[in-house]
């Protein structure tokens, strides 16, 4: 049983560790390829594109591979919540919705309001990065398409 975040977190490095991904990095410059203008993109040459998509691909599995740790952070947060909250589960009435049982429960019980807070705080981080990932890889697929679209030029 997990009993902490920390050991979540180490459990986490080890699975990817076993899957062989190496730690996520941070890839300097990446700001530099976000903030580009159109202007300054189409004097890229087509490999230029290319080596800027591949640069973008990287963080954006980065940035993903953060969104899994949340996810995770949030499902154990909802076993620990579920584990603690079925032994009370019984002193409210049946028909009473499992949101608002827990929420009576966390009135009363400090450990299940932080894990609340935990995973609150993870879902929306996890939100956050989900859409950040899925904006670099757009790019990242529209720096491709502009080097197709410049060799298909240079090709005439």
Not at 130 to 142: A, G, M, P, R, T
Request: charged share 30%.
């Amino acid at each position: 049983m997990i009993d902490s975040t920390e050991q979540l977190d180490k459990l986490l490095e080890e699975y990817d560790n076993v899957l062989g991904l190496s730690p996520p990095r941070q890839l300097n410059g990446i700001d530099t390829y976000l903030e580009l203008t159109t202007e300054q993109i189409e004097q890229f040459t087509p490999e230029e594109c290319v080596e800027v998509a591949a640069r973008l691909a990287q963080f954006a599995i980065s940035v993903q591979r953060q969104v899994n740790k949340e996810s995770c952070r949030v499902k154990w947060c909802n076993a620990i919540i579920d584990r603690i909250c079925s032994r009370e589960w019984n002193n409210y009435d049946q028909y009473m919705k499992a949101n608002l049982k827990i929420e009576l429960i966390a009135q009363g019980n400090d450990v299940v309001n932080k894990l609340i807070k935990l995973r609150n705080n993870a879902t929306v981080k996890m939100e956050n990065l989900f859409n950040v990932s899925s904006l670099i890889k757009y790019y990242s697929d529209v720096m491709i398409e502009g080097a197709r679209t410049k060799r298909r030029i240079h090709e005439r």
